[in-house]
């Protein structure tokens, strides 16, 4: 696996509270940029919530607070001055089930270019083709772009998905176990997909799924929930290290699947 | 075995009480066309659909009502629509929730204002502002369109807002995650997903200002000609029959019926549209 040593995020402290709990404690992680980095953790120990906190989509729950801040490369995503929008724009997110919006499968595609600003047909018909290309999904759309992405089975819904996602060209994506509502054929392209595309940007994902976290990542965060209920980041390493020299006690258990 | 019976026996009720309700609607139709076929058939299409209203003169024209239903509702459309469909999108997307709570029953509290409440406040209020600073007897397209954009944001205000809190939450969180502001979200994602349930939303409301009656005769003015401008006063369908079902006699009778057929059919072409645009929204 490639290499990289720049970072692309970095979490300084992140706490996360849900009114008065205590969602996630000091967690602290430098994600390398142009990698896959797979959080993983038993149900409800805050993975998708510290998915979420990159895109500050945890912003939509009014009763969220966020201590510490998130850095993309040097800018600070959690500053008050921070145009949550244009982070949103660097930082896509892909969801568990896919959404497609009730419109064609051009108009999902060139929805968000459209609202950043490109007007020109050519360069959104460019951008409709590009994208659709990146996820494989060119070829089987092609004909019927017109059609509403509402009757698309599922698999391609969330390819379209990504290709909505890399349509506002994006540098890091989010994909919020993605994979968890699809067939296995789906998955294993959507996998194939994402190997591919953390060539150029920086991948995270959350998954229940630990052989999709050994075959695709190549960096692994653990999170368990600690005595007070509370997210806690338990280690954080390179996934073949993790998988196979595990650091500590609860990671070994919960990957050879004693818990969880 | 008396377990049975009764099982049977309120079976029976409950049908017999449902039954009543539906054979009201068919009661109705067919009272409302047995009177008023004869008349358009005698009088002839040319002088039903004609311009003069003399039943004195045996004239039956309906077209300045017809006019003046279509101007009145179209007043209450351009007025209300945009204040309904601002106000639900208010609701759905920015009121914080206690705001909500006091909006909400007040909105449902101007449905359940008396329609001649409506009237009487026009008359006293619009009516005397309108031929003060715009001219005019104030009796007029105006100033029943401001009553009646009113009197239909309720319908159009609470059906428009729950199709907007209907729509599922992926479709809002899959556009703010791609960068779009909140409204453009609204804009662009919401309110097209939602279309369906506006329009039927407006086309609801539309059904009530044209078959609202009361309201309207206190500030139409009621004359039954065609208007030339939106200060002129009208005469909707309604308010014929409204005003003149008290002394009509015959004929005259028989028209106001006939008027009523060509009502009853425009709210239910209305209905259907609302009922078919809706049902399509679930098939998708």
């Known amino acids: ?113 459209k609202h950043h600003g490109i007007r020109n047909r050519a360069a959104l018909d460019e951008i409709t083709e590009r994208c659709l290309e990146q996820v494989s999904l060119w070829g089987e759309v092609k004909d019927i772009l017109g059609k509403s992405a509402l009757e698309l089975p599922a698999g391609q819904q969330q390819r379209l998905c990504i290709a909505r996602a890399l349509a506002v060209d994006p540098e890091v994506i989010l994909f919020d176990e993605s994979c968890s509502a699809l067939d296995p054929e789906s998955t294993m392209k959507i996998e194939e997909l994402m190997l591919t595309l953390a060539k150029k940007y920086t991948i995270l994902i959350v998954t229940h799924n630990m052989e999709q976290a050994v075959r695709i990542s190549d960096m692994s965060a653990f999170l368990m929930i600690d005595e007070n209920k509370t997210g806690r980041l338990v280690e954080f390493s390179r996934t073949t290290e993790m998988f196979s020299n595990p650091q500590d006690k609860r990671t070994e258990d919960y990957i050879t699947g004693r818990f969880g | 075995m008396v377990k049975k019976i009764k099982e049977n026996f309120s079976g029976i009720v409950f049908f017999a009480l449902a039954l009543s309700s539906v054979s009201a609607l068919v009661l109705i139709t067919v009272f409302i066309f047995v009177q008023g076929i004869p008349l358009i058939a005698s009088a002839g299409l040319s002088n039903f659909f004609g311009m003069d209203w003399s039943p004195d003169r045996g004239m039956y024209g309906i077209t300045p009502m017809i006019v003046g239903t279509a101007s009145v509702t179209l007043g209450a459309a351009i007025l209300g629509v945009p204040i309904g469909l601002c106000c639900s999108i208010f609701m ?141 006063p009208v005469r909707t369908l309604t ?46």
């Open chain 2, 239 to 284: 308010t014929n029959i409204g005003l003149e079902m008290g002394y009509a006699s015959g004929e005259h009778r028989q028209a106001l019926f006939a008027t009523g057929i060509v009502l009853f059919a425009v709210i239910m072409i209305l209905n259907i549209t609302a009922q078919y645009i809706t049902r399509k929204k679930v098939k998708k």
């Open chain 1, 1 to 113: 696996m490639k290499k990289s040593n720049k970072v692309k995020l970095k979490t300084k402290d992140i706490n996360l509270f849900y009114g008065s709990v205590h969602a996630l404690r000091d967690v602290n992680m430098d994600i390398p940029s142009c990698s896959i980095t797979a959080i993983i953790g038993p149900s409800g120990c805050g993975k998708s919530s510290l998915l979420r906190l990159f895109n500050r989509m945890n912003d939509l729950i009014p009763i969220a607070r966020v201590e510490g801040d998130v850095l993309l490369d040097s800018t600070s995503i959690y500053d008050k001055n921070t145009d949550v929008a244009e982070i949103r724009k660097k930082i896509g997110l892909v969801f568990q089930k896919p959404n497609v919006f009730p419109m064609s499968i051009k108009e999902n595609i060139m929805i968000g270019p």
């Open chain 2, 92 to 232: 759905a997307e920015f009121a914080p929730s206690w705001m909500k709570k006091v909006f909400r029953p007040a909105i449902q509290l101007l449905a359940g204002i008396p329609s001649v409440v409506y009237g009487f406040w026009g008359l006293t209020f619009i009516v005397p502002f309108i031929s003060k600073y715009l001219g005019g007897l104030g009796l007029s397209i105006l100033a029943a369109s401001v009553v009646l954009a009113i009197m239909v944001l309720p319908t159009i205000i609470s059906i428009s807002e729950v199709s907007l809190i209907a729509l599922p939450r992926q479709y809002k969180e899959g556009a703010l995650a791609l960068g779009m502001t909140h409204w453009q979200t609204i804009r662009s994602v919401q309110l097209p997903a939602a279309k369906s349930g506006i329009v039927a939303a407006v086309i609801l409301g539309l059904g009530r200002a044209i078959g609202e009656t009361m309201a309207v005769i206190m500030v139409l003015g009621n004359s039954p000609a065609l208007p030339r401008s939106i200060l002129d």
